[in-house]
């Protein structure tokens, strides 16, 4: 059972960074990809740091030759600390699925954005 | 409880806040030379391998000057309740890398100054390192003994990338002048490039993060250098911090450097003890970066064989990319009084004892 809960105004979230936000008194991060809004935990699972304050870009790609494909441009976000690759739409992190940031569902009424928890 | 910060980086955001501090020759030098980097760069030998993502923490970014104490206050002197912060600057230890041993000494000069004058009365909690140049001792303990008698200064400071083992003779008169000065000698990660050898004994490694994981490979010589030639005998009182270079190795290297002086001990005869006893009385090491086991027990084990209880220290290294949080330091819970501060106050014998009392 899921509550609605408002986060930001949708044209608040820029398109290169998150914007930070606290609902229901924890930190989460809004971001804008091309196919709609996302919302992270702003906890990082390694050590606790500000996850969602990190650069949000892409990564190479995993690749058995040696090459540098980059890739997923504007999907991923980096840790702000220790730099962690997390997944913006899954919360994972890349090095181990396993390792997760809370993601939760979020949805656009008009110009206003809203994330369930 | 009381927490000391042995590894807190002063920022800036260019290095011209030094030109006030320096004159003649060398300020033209420092104004108008080359750099290796952007303008505002502090001059060095610059290291073979550069960070992907650069050093700073992406949630601190300041845009003026006094941006970077305000956000170091915000974001962890106050957020952790940090009680005393050993300021370890950033760029200057780099001095180190420069062939020039007069200007190297010239900026390691004027960053003291800076950091006596422009960083120590903004906070209480401020406590300073001084940074020499090594590669010329003269002029280090010269400079040791210039702005070392500064009550808020706590240790000399050098980077562990050097150009021959820290315990080497040629090094003594820095360990004279600190000794004068009852200051500890402390090494941090750092100082890779220019003049210095290679940290990597086989030759430069590739990529940034694998040469970051294996830079401890310096400071286990530099430890062993240490001991071996005998510093701690001709200077019963001087301690030796050793900042940002992992901690899990310490105990298999001591373990060798025991058995091998028991075989060979007359190649070394001023020593009077075990490398290890040396080690324990005259060794403090930070915490930060400490290493990351899948079983915390594998961690503990070590730290426990390096009596971590009475050695270590904690760092955050405050706003490097591989900064530790306060909340999440992995030591055993009946140590953490005496590694988060206790330990501290037996090397930084300036810091006042009462601030500790009070903070109980």
């Known amino acids: ?117 | 409880m009381f927490i000391v910060d042995c590894d807190c980086h002063n920022y800036w955001c260019s290095a011209t806040v030094l030109e006030p501090y320096m004159e003649g020759l060398f300020k033209d030098m420092f104004i108008r030379g080359e750099r290796t980097g952007p303008r505002g760069a502090f001059p060095h030998g610059h290291r073979p391998w550069f960070h992907p993502e650069g050093f700073a923490r992406h949630d601190v970014n300041p845009v003026e000057e006094g941006d970077n104490y305000l956000i170091m206050k915000e974001k962890h002197l106050d957020k952790y309740n940090i009680d005393v912060a050993i300021l370890t600057g950033d760029e200057p230890i780099e001095a180190s890398t420069l062939a020039n041993p007069y200007y190297a000494n010239a900026l390691c000069k004027a960053y003291n100054d800076y950091m006596i004058d422009y960083w120590l009365p903004k906070d209480d909690r401020f406590w300073g390192s001084i940074v020499v140049a090594p590669q010329d001792p003269h002029l280090a303990a010269a400079e040791i003994r210039r702005a070392g008698g500064h009550p808020r200064v706590v240790q000399v400071l050098v980077s562990h990338g050097a150009s021959r083992p820290y315990g080497d003779p040629f090094y003594h008169p820095i360990y004279e002048a600190c000794a004068e000065m009852g200051l500890p000698f402390a090494m941090h990660l750092g100082g890779q490039g220019g003049i210095n050898s290679t940290p990597i004994g086989a030759g430069p490694s590739t990529f940034f993060w694998e040469t970051h994981a294996i830079l401890p490979q310096t400071a286990m010589t530099h430890m062993a250098s240490l001991i071996a030639n005998g510093v701690f005998e001709k200077w019963p009182s001087l301690k030796v911090v050793v900042i940002e270079c992992g901690v899990a190795w310490v105990p298999s290297v001591l373990w060798r450097l025991d058995a091998n002086y028991k075989a060979l001990r007359k190649e070394t005869p001023w020593l009077k003890r075990l490398p290890s006893e040396y080690f324990k009385d005259h060794f403090r090491f930070s915490t930060q970066p400490l290493e990351q086991p899948e079983n915390i027990q594998h961690l503990w084990a070590a730290l426990e064989a390096m009596d971590g209880e009475n050695t270590l220290m904690f760092a955050s290294d405050y706003p490097h990319w591989d900064y530790d949080d306060v909340n999440k330091l992995h030591v055993p819970p009946a140590w953490r009084e005496k590694i988060f501060g206790l330990n501290a106050l037996d090397v930084y014998t300036r810091l006042p004892r009462a601030a500790a009392q009070a903070a109980e």
């Open chain 1, 1 to 117: 059972m899921t509550t609605k809960h408002f986060a930001c105004k949708a044209d608040e979230v820029p398109q290169d960074m998150a914007k930070i936000v606290t609902v229901s008194n924890m930190p989460i991060g809004v971001f804008r990809l091309e196919d709609g809004f996302h919302a992270l935990l702003n906890i990082c699972p390694h050590k606790g740091a500000a996850l969602c304050e990190g650069p949000v870009c892409g990564t190479t790609k995993q690749t058995g030759a040696t090459e540098f494909v980059y890739d997923r441009a504007g999907e991923i976000v980096r840790c702000a600390w220790h730099g962690w690759e997390f997944d913006i739409r899954s919360g994972e992190f890349l090095v181990d699925p396993a390792v997760k940031t809370r993601r939760f569902d979020i949805s656009v009424e008009g110009g206003d954005l809203y994330v369930h928890i």
